[in-house]
T-cell receptor, first 112, second 117 residues
């Protein structure tokens, strides 16, 4: 899998929007961008994924740069329950192993 | 919603014991996975199964075996537990791999924190 780079940690105030960046300058044309998060003492949880176009779901939005070398996960109104480690993962099933490469992720702190 | 359940949240065993970790998914997924998660090392794949009775080794299979007799159930077995197997164990499931989009989404259980004394 191509490599991703994320900040180690970010902080947000409750009910504010949060933009979590991910750089993936070596992304290939067939790599999908997946985001997962892991709340304290729980297993990872799928958040969203995309290929080229921006994506929205009930949890978050994914904004993908035109050149696909970076993407941003957007939480529109952070809550205390959103405090977690967020992982940006590239997946090209044709060339990847079965495991998800979680890396270190970004630890999001949400303060009241 | 996909549900993946694991038999225990916390488990304490002694060195040399045989340990069984059970995982059940209710979404008829073909693929099932066992990972372990350790601080500073992230998640590492132990074993993967793509069908009943089928398995493939992941990155760190030594000291572990698996069993998949039914589609919904995937068991991880520590034949003789050792202290270096103290870890968080995570089970996941997914659809068969397709284009790398939705079919590649893995759904995780809550994890079992195993301590081997």
């Amino acid at each position: 899998d191509a490599k991703t780079t994320q900040p180690n940690s970010m902080e947000s105030n409750e009910e504010e929007p949060v933009h979590l960046p991910c750089n993936h300058s070596t992304i290939s044309g067939t790599d999908y961008i997946h985001w997962y998060r892991q709340l304290p003492s729980q297993g990872p949880e799928y958040v969203i994924h995309g290929l080229t176009s921006n994506v929205n779901n009930r949890m978050a939005s994914l904004a993908i740069a035109e050149d696909r070398k970076s993407s941003t996960l957007i939480l529109h109104r952070a809550t205390l329950r959103d405090a977690a480690v967020y992982y940006c993962i590239l997946r090209d099933v044709g060339n990847s192993g079965y495991a998800l490469n979680f890396g270190k992720g970004t630890s999001l702190l949400v303060t009241p | 919603d996909v549900k993946v359940t694991q038999s225990s949240r916390y488990l304490v065993k002694r060195t040399g014991e045989k340990v069984f970790l059970e995982c059940v998914q209710d979404m008829d997924h073909e693929n099932m996975f066992w990972y372990r998660q350790d601080p500073g090392l992230g998640l590492r794949l132990i074993y993967f199964s793509y069908d009943v009775k089928m398995k493939e080794k992941g990155d760190i299979p030594e000291g572990y075996s698996v069993s998949r007799e039914k589609k919904e159930r995937f068991s991880l077995i520590l034949e003789s537990a050792s202290t270096n197997q103290t870890s968080m164990y995570l089970c996941a499931s997914s659809l068969p791999y397709g284009t790398g989009g939705s079919s590649d989404t893995q759904y995780f259980g809550p994890g079992t924190r195993l301590t081997v004394l």
